[in-house]
């Protein structure tokens, strides 16, 4: 009898081991879910650190003449009174004037 259940009791102690280690909810999926909470760490801190980065711009662009003028000044290219504007235009590549020549000189 007490064979009997010391193997049901080694049977049990098997199976719950079993699904400890590979079944649903056990130690392959808490590794795997430890992971995905990493990689969801990194990405809402990545998010963060932007949020961040916005909001201070946010805030100097309503607090701060000068982030006002720099953003007129780089996308809509205005300019102060009295100011004088200089635009460098760099030249085209020369063209040759003469048409290409065959080798008779023609």
Not at 20 to 33: Q, S
Not at 42 to 52: C, D
Not at 63 to 84: D, F, N, V
């Amino acid at each position: 009898m007490i064979r009997w259940v010391a193997l049901i009791l080694i049977i049990l102690l098997i199976a719950l081991q079993l699904k400890l280690w590979v079944g649903e909810g056990g130690m392959r999926d808490l590794h795997a879910l430890r992971a995905r909470i990493q990689a969801q760490d990194a990405e809402n801190a990545k998010l963060k650190q932007r949020n961040q980065a916005l909001s201070a711009e946010v805030q100097d662009l309503k607090h701060g003449q000068q982030a006002i003028e720099a953003r007129a000044r780089s996308e809509l290219g205005l300019i102060k009174p009295g100011e004088t504007f200089y635009q460098v235009v760099t030249p085209a590549p020369a063209s040759s004037t003469n048409p290409k020549q065959d080798d008779n000189g023609h």
